[in-house]
C-alpha cells in the first residue's frame, strides 16, 4: 500500500461555500458570503495552508455556482497556495469550458491550479443545466473521457455522445506547464475507483461519515488497477469535514448545532440520516470522520488517519453554514500555524 512519504504530505482547506452568518447568528447575503471566502483564502496562503477547494453548489445554502471566478481572485492576491475545485459537477458541465477555466487559473496564479472532478453526489446542477438524472453514469463517463484528451494539450479530436465531436480542435488557453493535476473525487463507488486509475487521475477519498478504515480496501484498489493499467503511483488524498477551536469543548460547542442544521436539512434530499449527540460524539472521535476539535485533537486525527488509508493529502472542509467569519478564520489561522506543523511533526 501507499504511504505518506511516497508523495510530499499536502495539508488543504475546502468549502462548499457554506453561507456565513453575523455575529448573531443571522445569515449574511451571498455576495458577502462569496467576498468572505476571498478573505478566507488569503488568509490560508498567509498562514502556510498547501491547497484552498471550492465546491461547486447551486443553492440558497451553497452559493458557489462559479468557484473559478472566486479562485482567481484568491489567486491574484495570494502567492503559494495550490487552487482548484472541491468538487466540479463534470456530469452536468462542458469538459472544454471546465478545461479553460482552470486553464485560465493556471495561468492565472503561476501554475497553481488543480482540479477534482465528481460525478455529483449534489444533483441541483442537473436540472437547472437541463441533464437527465438517468443519464447520470454514463455523462461522467464520457465527459471524463473528453477531460483526459484536453489534458494531452491541443489538437483535440473526440467523439461521444453526450456533446458534439471535436475534429482537431485547438482548445485554448494552453498551459505553460503541462497539465494540471486532476483528481477524480470518490464517495464510495469501487467503479470510479478503477476510473481514476484508467485515465491516470489522482484519487480523492470524500469521508463524510462513518469509519474512514472502511475506505483503505479503496486504495489499494487504486494501487491494483493502476497497475494493471500500466500507470505510474499517483497520490491518494482524503476529504473530511471538522471545526477547530482553542479547546475540543469549544470545537465542539461551536460545530455541533451549525452540524445538525445543515444536515437536517440536506437529509431531505440526499437521505443522510438526522445526527444525534450520540452519533455526533461518535464521529469525532478515533473511529469516526468529523476532525471536531482543538488542534492537537485534530492534527493527531489526520496523523492517524492517513497512513491507515494510504494517502499523503488531508483536505479539511472547514465551513458549516452558520458559523461566523471570525469562527472561520480562526479555524482557518489554528489550522495553518498549529495543526499543519503538528501533523508533519507526527507523520516525521
Partial sequence: MNTPSTFPLVLGLDTFG????????????????????????????????DYFGIGEHHTDDFPLSAADVVLGAIAARTQKIRLGSAVTVLSSDDPVRVFQRYSTLDAISGGRAEVILGRGSSVDSFPLFGYNLSDYEELFEEKTNLFAELLKGSPVTWQGRTRAALTNQDVVPHTEH?????????????????????YGFSLMLAIIGGSPARFAPFAGLFHEA?????????????????????????????????????????????????????????????EGALYVGSPETVAQKIAANLPALGANRFDLKYAMGGLSQEKLMTNIELYGTQVIPRVRELLG
Avoid: C, M, N
Fill in 178 to 198: 503541462g497539465p494540471f493535476p486532476t483528481w477524480i473525487g470518490v464517495g464510495g463507488s469501487p467503479q470510479s475507483v478503477v476510473r481514476a486509475a484508467r
Fill in 18 to 49: 457554506d453561507v456565513t452568518s453575523d455575529a448573531d447568528g443571522h445569515p449574511l447575503s451571498h455576495a458577502q458570503t462569496i467576498r468572505d471566502i476571498v478573505e478566507q483564502g488569503v488568509l490560508a496562503d498567509s498562514v502556510g495552508v
Fill in 226 to 286: 493502476l497497475e494493471h493499467f500500466g500507470r505510474p503511483l499517483l497520490p491518494i488524498g482524503v476529504h473530511s469535514p471538522g471545526h477547530i477551536a482553542g479547546t475540543d469543548e469549544q470545537a465542539q460547542a461551536e460545530f455541533w448545532p451549525r452540524y445538525l442544521e445543515v444536515i437536517s436539512h440536506v437529509s431531505k434530499t440526499r437521505g443522510f440520516a438526522v445526527p444525534s449527540k450520540a452519533s455526533f460524539d461518535h464521529e469525532i472521535g478515533p
